[in-house]
Structures are given as structure tokens and as C-alpha cells.
């Protein structure tokens, strides 16, 4: 069950002024579901991303790359859930361009002004045909209170929808951010996986863009894992349709830039720890903080050893504070010159481990108390420096076991 | 249930001319098992070990390493199980010192002469009243065929209790090499967990046996995985006991080293794929061959990153060859111009990808026949190069989860 994630509200989702969303039923991997979302912008709108790392990346991943590279100012985004279009090679390329061309026909531009985004089973090819046949109902359908038919468009093994409004005053005038996203584990590449869109209706310029969405993923998406797999299709976009009838930012210091980045950041994070409370199998949320750190390098790596940890996660399902196991993470982390004797660990506001062993003035009850809670944090702090890390992520349950074992059945 | 393990015959586990073991029940953490192991080595012994990288290593590690540097000579190894005397700090160390110190008055030698070894819970103080207490009845029980009982000395999670035998023949003489280990996943903070010995009566220097251990570990323990926690406690020890009346092994290229070489990691490596076989929940028995790497680093690197996957294991518990996954492990094991045009995969003898996608022969029909068996090897060919490495590891299963779900209770 999701941890403390309840659906959106749709009276609280506030459409964008510069983009309408249509939903299809295709049919893709089985009838009967919304599993196929275009986005329209408008010719104001300006696009920047941030893609997986993953070499296997899927074929929409490397065109979106591409079509955002072309610069021709992109005006329409199509996802299909149910096939993830990776490990398909030159066909699968070949398929992903056919989506642009069909959807561009429809919508009338031009194939490289549209960015394809595929996410569900690897290496099996993406049915192009019922995703051709479904465009026309999703482009007749476009409208601008559709965000959160979008966010449950592209779910696939999530239990519960993600997306989230925000609104701040630039100059006077109101600036609307809406984003959804998907994804049940951060990285994994069975589901292929993570889908992020955030737009607003500010006015941003393309290089101070391409800022705030790295800014806004080093902050959010860069900062879950559920199981530590890297997805081969993960993709955060963030579109500023420029309608919101304020200046221009081209400034990545002034007020409103500043402003504007954190809104946007903090719509990021809410769908990313979103991401989290619906892991698979989830039944806690876990806040890593890292601190006293030389560098945030090293604080990232100690926050995603102890995430990552099969025995960490495994103890927070059953609620047993074996908290050796998380100071063993700490220990292979992969700090080379880590002096145990100045680590202090924290688990909730308890202080549990200092002076490289258990803490005089611990006790099991303090421990267990806060494991039992649905929110937990873990905090570590290194004692080397002022650098500091978060990560979010979930426990490891039966169900996680259950949901991948039977995934494709 | 372990995969293809049985328990070792105790007519087939030879003594080996200077050793003898002794086994008490002290009681260190539940009443009526063997937990307690002491080994006695002649005054010929020479003895080489390999340890834990873990930074929060334990204090009998530490420990160890003092005493050989120490280099006077080791006359015995103290072995309990059911605390792990890790993350004890300074009062940990003391209690590992002590228990040294009682074992060598008890065997008339010097406590640096004494190493100690400890798996079980971290972060909770060393019982040393139960060790001391149970010292003379394994002291005084000291035999040479009493490897069966050692093995089953230093079990923890262990299903099954691992421990093999070997004889080759240097110059017409016998000699003879037996080890046992522990080990549940390898490499487990919780049960702080791999403990491997192997003894033999041949006469190799102190600078070749530590070769010899490195070359052993290297293809053995080294290479197998669970769950990537890398245990606080780790030891491989190698005794050459030196009595089995052959000449000195002291250069490290004679055909003497070769034929003791491979037999020591042949032994090692039966021992480790024990530990895999008898992985916490495992089903399956799993090995990953990667080829045509340009070194055998990143070979290692793609191999740990498919073995270390829990949406691999998972799908090898579900016996669903979902081999996408494999794919994106690949993608993401940090090979940074990987082509993945290069990359041949194979499921046993089955080809399924090649050219960046599904290979046109690859029949689901042909993968399916793969996952159901109970040994599966899967085979990763880069095309970069001729370098390869190769780990053993086992699936991931509801009783994974519930094994160190309910460690504690």
C-alpha cells in the first residue's frame, strides 16, 4: 500500500495556459485503459529535459535527444504506456520516428517538433499500429483541464496517480506549474519507468531552462531509488509555454528565476518522494540525510549504500531496528579513509551508534518506537566537513518480491 | 530450499596432519547448539588470510590482522557464533583481546598467537562470559576428524553446513587440503557472515601462502554475491600446517604451487558456490559469464550489475525470462562507451539479444525452457576485447525477504 499517497484531487489540478492534453484507450498491452497521452503546446513553449545514463536507453529516449537537439521548437509530446520500445534496435528507432510522423500529420507540424516517450516491457516490439490508430481520439479529445486523466494515462504498475499544482505571483501576475509523473520503482527497468512532465506558463529562455530542470532533478528524481535498477527509458521534461503574460527569465540569478526555481523544484520533489510512497511493495517512507560530509560526492554514496542495502530495507519492513546492518553500509560505502569512531547515526531523533559502537544511552525501545512509524528518517552524520545528501526511498516487502516475480504474467 | 547442496559426508572430510578442532555449546546465543570452534595448529603452521574491506570492520578482524602482522607464529583460531562483535567499539576490541587471552592459557601459547573470528548480530556486546566459560570443553575435545562438527560449529542462517576435502600428490607423497565455510549470503552485515578455512598439510613459505590466499579468494569468495552487503566480518583463512612430508613450496611459478594452487581454489571455490547455493531463500543457482570485455574489471562490473539486480532475481525466482532486464543491467553497470550494438546475451545456449535489440532466432518458447531449471547460466559477450569474469549468484525470493525480515525474532 502507498505510504501516506493519496489520489490527486482533479479540482486542485490547474491546467497551464499553452498546453491541452488528450487521452486515448489503444489498447497497447491490454484493452480497456488510458495508455496513450499527447500533450499540444503552443508556439511560445519552450522544452528542456534530462534523460537516464543507461547505454541500453530505449529508442524514444535517443530521438527525444534528438528532436530537442534539431531545435525546431517542440510542440507536441506522445506517451504510450505498455511497451517500453527498449532493446528493440533499428526497428524499434523506426517505430518511434513512425509515432512522431503520424502524430505530427494529426497535429500539424513537423515530426522533429514532436518528443516520443514509451515506458512498459523491454524487448518486445512497440505495437506502432494500435498506437497510429489511437492518436486521432487523443487528438480530438486535447484540452486544457485534462491533467488528471494524463497522470493516470501514463501509469503502469503504480497504484495511485501522481501529479500536483502550484501557483506563485511574479510581478503581480499569477504563474501556474502542473507536473505528473509515473513510476513504481524510481529505476527499473522492467516498467521503464520513470516519467516526469512539469510545465508552467512562465516566459524562461532555453538556457535558463536547461538550468532549472537539471536543478530541479538533482533535487527530486536524482534523489529516490526504490531498488536501485536504472531505467532505460527514464525522462523528466519540463516545458515553459511562455503564456503566463510576465517577463521573460533569462537571468539565473535574479528574483523571479530564483522564485520560479524552487516552485518548480518543489513540485518535482512532491511527485518524486511520490514516486517513493508507491514504490513497489512499499509500507514505509525512509528519508536518508547524510551530513559532515567532505563532499556531497561521498554524502550521496553513503545515502544510497544504506537505500540500496537488501538488509536495510528488509529491516524496515519488519519493523526491527538491526541497525548494524545500516552502519554496515556505511562501512562499504566506499569512503576509504572513514574514521568509524567520529560517525554518529540517528534513526529518527534517537541517537543509536557513536564512537565506533552502540551509544551509552541507547535502548531497543527508543529504537523500535520510531521504526514502527510509517515515516522514518535515518541520519548520519560523518563528521568530516559541511557537505551534506538526501535520498528518499521505501522498504523492501513481500510485495516487491510478488509484483516482480509476476510482473509479466 | 539450497540448490543442488547436500550436507557433507563426514567419511569423505579428511583430517589433515596438524590440526585439531574442538567444539563446545556455550550458549552465546541460544542454548543447546555448537557455537563455539577452536582450531589448534602444530608449531610448523604458517597461516595467510584475506579480510573484509568494510570500514565498520568487526574487532576480531582488526584483531586478526594485528596478530599476524605480529607474525610470532599462529597456534590457534577461536571461532563463536551468534554475535558478530561488530560496531562495539573500543569495548568490543577488549572482549575479542580477552577471549584470546583465555585461549592461549588454556593451549600454553601466547595470546598474539591466537586469531578470532566472530559472526552473528552486530552492535551488541560480545558475551565473553559464555565464551570463556565454554573454552574448556571444546579445548578438551580437541581431535584431528572433527571437520563435520566444525562445520556445523560456525553455521548461523545456514540451511546446510559446507565443508569438502581434497588430496593431491606432490613427489609421491599425499597431501591433503579440507576447508569449511559459512555463509548465507556471502556477504551479509546481519549474520557478519563469511567465514571460510581451509587447511592443508603441505609446507608453503609465508610469501607464497599469501599469494596462494589471494589467488583462492580471488576466484572463489571473491566472486560470489546474494544481496551485495558486504559483511563487517568477512575472513578466508589458508593453513599450511607444513607436516605432510614434502619438500617446501617457496616460488610461486614451480609445477608444486600449480597443482596446490588449483586444488586450494578448486576447494575454495566448491565452498563459495556452497555459500550461493545455500543463499538466503535461494531457488535457483545462477552464473554469470561475461566475455569480450577490453579488461577484467569492467567484466566484473556488467556481471555484479546483472547479479546485484533485484528485477533480475526476481525474474529468475518467477522462473520469467524477462531478459530485458538483463539488458538494462548492462546498460547501466558504468561502461561509459559500452556499444551496445556489440553486445551478444545468452540464456544457457539460447541467443536472445544481439544488434541493440531481441535476436531474430530468440524464441520466448526457447527462454522459458531455460528459466525452469535450477542452474542457469547466463552469458554476456561485449565484443570489446578478450578479457572475462564470472560470478555465481542465486535468485530472490519471498523467503529472502522473510529470512532477514524476522532475523531477529
Not at 10 to 22: A, E, F, T
Not at 113 to 129: A, C, N, R, Y
Request: proline share 3%; aromatic share 6%.
Amino acid at each position: 500500500m502507498p505510504v501516506n499517497l493519496t489520489p490527486p484531487n482533479p479540482d486542485q489540478l490547474l491546467p497551464v495556459k499553452g498546453i491541452v492534453l488528450g487521452i486515448a484507450e489503444a489498447g497497447i498491452k491490454k484493452a480497456g485503459r488510458k495508455d496513450l497521452l499527447v500533450m499540444r503546446l503552443g508556439d511560445k513553449a519552450r522544452v528542456a529535459g534530462v534523460f537516464t545514463l543507461n547505454r541500453f536507453c530505449a529508442a524514444p529516449v535517443t530521438l527525444c535527444k534528438a528532436h530537442l537537439a534539431a531545435a525546431k521548437g517542440i510542440r507536441a509530446l506522445v506517451v504510450n504506456t505498455g511497451n517500453a520500445n527498449a532493446g528493440t534496435g533499428e526497428d524499434g528507432m523506426n517505430r518511434a520516428r513512425s509515432t512522431c510522423i503520424e502524430a505530427a500529420k494529426l497535429l500539424d507540424c513537423d515530426a522533429e517538433q514532436v518528443l516520443p516517450f514509451s515506458t512498459g516491457v523491454i524487448l518486445e516490439p512497440l505495437p506502432l499500429d494500435r498506437i497510429v490508430a489511437g492518436l486521432p481520439a487523443a487528438v480530438a479529445g486535447l484540452k486544457a483541464a485534462n491533467w488528471f486523466d494524463a497522470a493516470q494515462a501514463i501509469m503502469t504498475t503504480d497504484l495511485v496517480s501522481k501529479a500536483v499544482s502550484k501557483q506563485i505571483t511574479l510581478d503581480g501576475a499569477t504563474v501556474t506549474i502542473t507536473g505528473i509523473a509515473k513510476g513504481s520503482g524510481m529505476i527499473h527497468p522492467n516498467m521503464a519507468t520513470m516519467l516526469g512532465y512539469v510545465a508552467t506558463d512562465a516566459v524562461v529562455s532555453q538556457p535558463v531552462l536547461e538550468t532549472l530542470v537539471r536543478h530541479a532533478a538533482d533535487r527530486s528524481f536524482n534523489c529516490i531509488t526504490v531498488d536501485g535498477d536504472t531505467s532505460t527509458n527514464d525522462s523528466f521534461m519540463l516545458i515553459a509555454t511562455g503564456e503566463a503574460g510576465v517577463a521573460e527569465i533569462a537571468d539565473a540569478s535574479s528574483a523571479h528565476y530564483l522564485a520560479l526555481r524552487d516552485a518548480v523544484t518543489d513540485v518535482a520533489r512532491t511527485l518524486a518522494q511520490a514516486i517513493v510512497r508507491d514504490g513497489e511493495g512499499a509500507t514505509k517512507f525512509m528519508t536518508i540525510a547524510v551530513e559532515g560530509g567532505a563532499a556531497e560526492a561521498e554524502c550521496r554514496l553513503v545515502a544510497y549504500a544504506i537505500a540500496h542495502s537488501p538488509l536495510v530495507k528488509t529491516a524496515f519492513f519488519a519493523s526491527d531496528p538491526n541497525l548494524g546492518r545500516i552502519l554496515a553500509a556505511i562501512g562499504y560505502a566506499g569512503i576509504a579513509d572513514l574514521d568509524v569512531e567520529k560517525i554518529k547515526l540517528y534513526l529518527g531523533d534517537v541517537l543509536v551508534a557513536e564512537h565506533g559502537g552502540r551509544a551509552a544511552s541507547y535502548q531497543e525501545q527508543d529504537g523500535q518506537r520510531v521504526m514502527k512509524e510509517a515515516e522514518i528518517t535515518v541520519r548520519v552524520v560523518l563528521g568530516r566537513g559541511s557537505a551534506a545528501a538526501t535520498v528518499w526511498t521505501c522498504d523492501f516487502s513481500y510485495d516487491y518480491v510478488k509484483i516482480n516475480a509476476e510482473y509479466r504474467s
